[in-house]
């Protein structure tokens, strides 16, 4: 399974790629919203884990553009620290899978929403 993870800050993205190649997952990175977008679009991942925080792009901006140009992309979870009822619902109605905030979720339970959410088809 191919994860591609998109997130700005080097520990957070090592202590996950960590994680999820740990899992078995094989994991790729992007520290901003337009190369994430860019990896995206070349195709080939089971999940994308995107933050929403993001320079260059932030992560609702990558998720609109990938609806506006009707990009085929697979599922993608928000993984933030923004958790403002305000932003989930935007996250979700911009068409993500998920959206986990990072404090309340460990590792491990990321790594069971992946699994979920991959084995679902979602």
Do not use: C, R
Request: proline share 4%.
């Amino acid at each position: 399974m191919n994860i591609l993870l998109i997130d700005d800050d080097p520990l957070i993205a090592d202590m996950y790629a960590l994680k999820l190649k740990g899992a078995g997952f094989s994991v790729d990175t992007a520290a901003d919203g337009k190369k994430g977008l860019e990896k995206i679009k070349q195709g080939g991942w089971d999940v994308v884990l995107l933050d929403v925080v993001l320079p260059v792009m932030d992560g609702f901006e990558v998720l609109k553009k990938l609806s506006e140009e009707d990009a085929a992309h697979p599922p993608i979870i928000l993984l933030t620290n923004l958790g403002q009822k305000e932003d989930v619902e935007k996250g979700l109605k911009l068409g993500a899978a998920d959206y986990l905030i990072k404090a309340n979720f460990t590792p491990s339970e990321v790594i069971a929403k992946v699994n979920k959410i991959v084995n679902s088809g979602k």
